[in-house]
Nanobody
C-alpha cells in the first residue's frame, strides 16, 4: 500500500497560481488512480480532481474546471495539482488520495473509493 506526502501549499493572493504535489512511496504507483480533495474551514471534504493510473483520463469538479490541472509523473511517483486563477473560495486543506480498485467511475469523486490519504497541505488565498 502506498504512503502519500503532500507539499507545496502556502499563502497566495487572489488570481495567483500555485502547484501542490503529492509524492507516493511503498507501492506500484501506476496501479493507483490518484485524486485531490479539499476541506475548507467549517465544511465537509469535497472532491477536486482525479486522474487514472496511466494518466489518460482526468476529471474535475465543476468549480475548478478550466483553472486547475491534475497531472502525474509515474517515473517520479508523484501527482500534481496546478491551480491557476485562485480565489479565496479555494482556501482549504488539500489532500491527495490513492485508489487501487475504485468501485465507481472516477469522475464521481467518491471518497470511499480511495484507500490511502495524505496528511494534507494548507492552501490559503487572500483577497
Amino acid at each position: 500500500q502506498v504512503q502519500l506526502v503532500e507539499s507545496g501549499g502556502g499563502l497566495v493572493q487572489a488570481r495567483a497560481s500555485l502547484r501542490v504535489s503529492c509524492a507516493a512511496s511503498g507501492g506500484t504507483f501506476s496501479n493507483y488512480a490518484m485524486g485531490w480533495f479539499r476541506q475548507a474551514p467549517g465544511k465537509e471534504r469535497e472532491f477536486v480532481a482525479t486522474i487514472s493510473g496511466n494518466g489518460a483520463n482526468s476529471y474535475y469538479t465543476h468549480p475548478v474546471k478550466g483553472r486547475f490541472t491534475i497531472s502525474r509523473d509515474n517515473a517520479k511517483n508523484t501527482v500534481y495539482l496546478q491551480m491557476n486563477s485562485l480565489t479565496p473560495a479555494d482556501t482549504a486543506v488539500y489532500y491527495c488520495a490513492a485508489a487501487r480498485n475504485p468501485r465507481y467511475h472516477l469522475g464521481f469523486g467518491i471518497e470511499s473509493d480511495y484507500d490511502t490519504w495524505g496528511q494534507g497541505t494548507q492552501v490559503t488565498v487572500s483577497s
